[in-house]
DNA sequence: AATGAATGAGACTTCATTCAT
DNA sequence: CATGAATGAAGTCTCATTCAT
């Protein structure tokens, strides 16, 4: 089980627009599939019915189940990241990406509602694939916090742990508010999100609890530096 | 076909201390083997092999593989917070009980490296058991926040909201640097972690763009009421 | 499967008044679960449940399912046979017989709703047990029919074809006005019954069909339209 | 666990006629088991070994082990029928019906031996199969009989009732001198039933108890005397 | 390119029976 | 007498994959 090997996939290529069609009809079967009833359960004979093209027809696209899994994670991610990019384009500081990049994650969560289980599977079928997922993830958080830490706009801290702290934060809200709870306060979550996002607890240190509650007192700036 | 009354009932508790040994021998065997193979591939067969016994006693003590799986989460998330629980008590503060809870979470799970595998997998297993296990940590975030939030301590946002951000990039971070990096810098990451918790990104405002970062100019503490 | 010998069974005959008590909640437990769900569906740790005693008792009693089976089915048959034979006891002919001994009989199917289902059962389990219950009842019937037949009651033919002529009739009425369609137009039923016993179709004979029914002393043609 | 959609669905119709061969193999070799070691006993390993295909070849044609019996019970009633029915076509009158059917339907179950053990096995592995065999036969008892009835053959009674009481006599005859008998002395039983057919057990009223034992009255007692 | 019949390993689960206490 | 834990053979059913058409 669990192959954690993933050697680019010899994709097959088909070549007539039939064979393009049908491939995608197969694609589309796959991820609504294990979407609905997960990657054990979603049996080949299934995708193929839901396709509507024979049990055979499968195996001249791809060469076993895993492969269709992997290319539905992956378009899945890219997909994902593409309607990101688009949404932060125009954004001003990093504020600004932030709040649109949470957005729009809960947007696709909302409307793709099987996205969780299909990435969380993955984790199981084929590991590489799994942390290839947040892997992309992540280098698009690393670049811009870098950027912006670069800009003096955001604190300097280690930007890839940073990546995920933020990565985790979104997929844990979304799994609760938009996931378990269906869009309900979400508003409010994100401006939460937002608020911590900015400031944190904002926690006084604890070594200085002699009551001085001026905001002056707390971390200097500067002596964030440390990465 | 005529299937109307009593369903089987396996014993649940069993009545002799025999019993209980072996009931406890298939729990442990089935933690080791879900954590290992993951749920769907680790068989009742491997389960009681394992546990060095036949293979009939598993439905001595579990009605099915779904059910033993269940309480094997269940066992795992009491256990966990039982630790942190203990590893908090003596915190004098919210961010050493932020850094406490979360260098014991590292540590449990880089110890019972199978953390993961179980409690994701809970979610395609049984989605009651997956939300419970969150839900019971979050309500222990949520009591500490609000006292802390109480004693002016930390800002005062939605709690729930704060449990699953806190959850999220504790879980996340875990992944990427317990579970996938085995512990390397995995200190450096938790300072991060905790300066993220304090300040967040500690952004300016993007709607004072004129570059004074005099401290003082930060977002005053008070304005954070909101929630 | 299907042991078509049955030795006496060494019946284990329990001393104790204790013993006794068990013995007899094993049985009706064994009658009331092969009735509900079938002699392969009715598991011992079924029966010792409804019996409420340990699964080990079971086999203190009996040496296996098929011997509790058996005795079961002995028992109902002569529980049955004491019935209709109390019932005829006051008749004063063979129809009164035949109307007695088909009334108890349904009257014993409706109120053990099971019989049949255990009955029937016996074939696969034990076929001796089987074809014991039938030879039983044909031997009552076939003395009381040749008693009638030596006084001149009732035509002289096979008493052992009659026999399973009437059982069988009696089977099947049971079977569907009693078994499937509780009781209702139960009485009109045993009228048809008795009257197709008394007379048969009553048909002329074929071979004469010029139409001269001089016998036509024979119970004239009209006279018994009932339905 | 999460098992929303749609059922496998096997191929009721095989599309191909290599699939219509199969599924025979697979039908006969399934009534062939059923008769010899009884539902239960026959597992779907011995069905497809005895078919010659493989085990998994089973459930492209049928979705469960029920299914194939119903199929064999409704197919094996449907040719005893059909047997039946070419056999009394050239019946002149009701005697002669009954008389062909029931050595039809002798010699049905005298050639397919296992019929008695399929049939009866219905009535535990699928009620309404069970009642569907004999609801049909009923059918064309009552439809027959209410001819002979409305041309004045026979007796005015109930159709629906006699009719079962003629399926039990033939049934039960069946089972005594075909099935456990083999044949032996059929011809005798056959000619007893139809005695009795004809004229039940010939009755006097009990209510004319006068004692006037004379033949005289009714159907001369000698003429029928053939026992 | 497409089809669908065929395969068989392997999964879960049941249960009559034994046995130590 | 009574108990209940333990056993393991056997059964039903699933499904990824192959292959002839």
Redesign the interface.
């Known amino acids: 089980?669990?192959r954690s090997s993933t050697p680019p996939a010899p994709r097959v290529v088909p070549l007539t627009p039939r064979g393009q069609r049908t491939r995608g009809k197969l694609l589309r079967a796959a991820e609504t599939l294990f979407g609905?009833?997960?990657y054990?359960?979603a049996s080949i004979?299934?995708i193929t019915?839901e396709a509507e093209v024979a049990l055979g027809t499968f195996y001249v696209y791809f060469p076993d189940k895993q492969s269709i899994f992997v290319e539905v994670v992956d378009d899945l991610g890219a997909r994902l990241r593409r309607l990101i990019a688009e949404a932060v384009a125009g954004c001003?500081?990093?504020?600004?990406v932030?709040r649109e990049g949470l957005r729009t994650f809960f947007q696709f969560a909302s409307q793709q509602r099987h996205l969780?289980?299909i990435v969380?599977?993955a984790?199981?079928v084929d590991e590489a694939c799994y942390?290839r997922y947040?892997d992309r993830f992540a280098r698009g958080y690393v670049s811009g916090l870098k950027r912006?830490m670069d800009a003096?706009?955001?604190?300097r801290?280690?930007p890839?742990?940073?990546a995920?702290?933020l990565?985790?934060?979104?997929?844990?809200?979304g799994?609760?508010?938009v996931l378990?709870e269906s869009d309900a306060g979400l508003e409010?979550?994100l401006?939460?999100?937002m608020?911590?996002?900015?400031?944190?607890?904002?926690?006084?240190p604890?070594e200085a609890?002699t009551g001085n509650?001026k905001?002056?007192s707390?971390?200097?700036?500067g002596s964030?530096s440390?990465?």
Do not use: S
Request: charged share 40%; aromatic share 10%; glycine share 8%.
């Open positions: 089980m669990n609905e009833k997960g054990e359960h004979a299934d019915r001003e500081d990093r504020m600004a932030e969780y289980r969380r599977q984790e199981f942390r947040y912006a003096g706009e955001v604190n801290l280690d890839e742990a940073l995920y702290c990565m985790g934060m979104g997929d844990f809200l799994m609760r508010w378990w409010h979550v401006d939460t999100a608020a911590f996002i900015r400031h944190g607890l904002d926690a006084r604890a609890p509650k905001k002056g707390r971390t200097p700036r964030r440390k990465t």
